[in-house]
């Protein structure tokens, strides 16, 4: 079992910068390959960025690849998703996730991932 807590989300204007981080429980952290995902109104949850067990292998939506950076401590039990050069188009409620039972070539579908986080709202200013 693992539960996840998402922080550092907010109100931004567009071309600035927000941190997320997400905040694992239990002791098998680094079993799990970690992704972030993200919902707007009206519209389905999409995939944003995954990072591998070991943190040695990333993978970016296109829409987000250039401007976001996803990285995690093992040791700290946590994931972090960095975003610049943010956009309108950026707000939703962003979501991490994490899933061991599918392997790291599936990673972009929430059907990849087993535990969620209850959100966090980012907002972006035009």
């Known amino acids: 079992q693992v539960q996840l807590v998402e922080s550092g989300g907010g109100l931004v204007q567009a071309g600035g910068s927000l941190r997320l981080s997400c905040a694992a429980s239990g002791r098998t952290f680094s079993y799990y390959k970690m992704g972030w995902f993200r919902q707007a109104p009206g519209k389905e949850r999409e995939f944003v960025a995954a990072i591998s067990w070991s943190g040695d292998s990333t993978y970016y939506a296109d829409s987000v690849k250039g401007r976001f950076t996803i990285s995690r401590a093992n040791a700290k039990n946590t994931v972090y998703l960095q975003m610049s050069s943010l956009k309108p188009e950026d707000t939703a409620v962003y979501y991490c996730?994490?899933?061991?039972?599918?392997?790291?070539?599936?990673?972009?579908?929430?059907?990849?991932?087993?535990?969620w986080g209850q959100g966090t709202q980012v907002t972006v200013s035009s």
């Open positions: 996730a994490a899933g061991r039972v599918t392997g790291w070539l599936s990673r972009t579908s929430v059907d990849d991932y087993t535990y």
